[in-house]
Antibody, heavy 121, light 110 residues
């Protein structure tokens, strides 16, 4: 059974940093592209970042470019999101999602339960 | 404001057929496939329809998807109370090099 479990969320002050992790199991992690997607009640679902199976192709949403860094450790079946210079508008539930298919024709087949990030003083 | 446009709400009575629209542009829906996600209250999103009209195993055939030009639609026939959820469309956006979502449609079963 495919499982994705996020961790690392919490309360952080504006300008601070946080590192999210996503532990994957139940599938061959190093053959799938992965994404981070966040959700707020006001803005709904917002894609954050994409990384392919060998970390050779990475994309970011404009809203996080230059502040967030996606990475993965295939030996540990783990996905990461380093978030720096956090802002109040980064407050959201962050999901990791396994992508099936090449990006423009792919889809998010599996999602983790999410981890809440709150940016507030 | 989301790149893909969905109606914020939809409703129907049990047994009815409802459709949810998703409007985009030539840079996203017009040139790429569309996926739909269902989010039940308090849970993570779940893949409902992929590649415009394909259902993952376990998704009832009451759910169907279609795409024409720069728009897509999700249809739910034989509406049931457990279909009450938020529904999101998504597609790859070529010039943004990223995924874009619709703002979501809250479906209420009356």
């Amino acid at each position: 059974e495919v499982q994705l479990v996020e961790s690392g969320g919490g309360l952080v002050q504006p300008g601070g940093s946080l590192r999210l992790s996503c532990a994957a199991s139940g599938f061959t992690f190093n053959t799938y592209s992965m994404n981070w997607v966040r959700q707020t009640p006001k803005k709904g679902l917002e894609w954050v970042s994409f990384i392919d199976s060998i970390s050779s192709t990475i994309y970011y949403a404009d809203s996080v470019k230059g502040r967030f860094t996606i990475s993965r450790d295939n030996a540990k079946s783990s996905l990461y999101l380093q978030m720096n210079s956090l802002r109040a508008e980064d407050t959201a539930v962050y999901y990791c999602a396994r992508q099936t298919g090449y990006y423009r024709i792919g889809y998010f087949q599996h999602w983790g339960p999410g981890t809440l990030v709150t940016v507030s003083s | 404001q989301s790149v893909l446009t969905q109606p914020p709400s939809a409703s129907g009575t049990p047994g009815q057929r409802v459709t949810i629209s998703c409007s985009g542009s030539s840079s996203n829906i017009g040139s790429n496939t569309v996926n739909w996600y269902q989010q039940l209250p308090g849970t993570a999103p779940k893949l409902l329809i992929y590649t415009n009209n394909q259902r993952p195993s376990g998704v009832p055939d009451r759910f169907s998807g279609s795409k024409s030009g720069t728009s897509a639609s999700l249809a739910i026939s034989g509406l049931q109370s457990e279909d009450e959820a938020d529904y999101y469309c998504a597609a790859w956006h070529d010039s943004l090099s990223g995924w874009v979502f619709g703002g979501g449609t809250k479906l209420t079963v009356l």
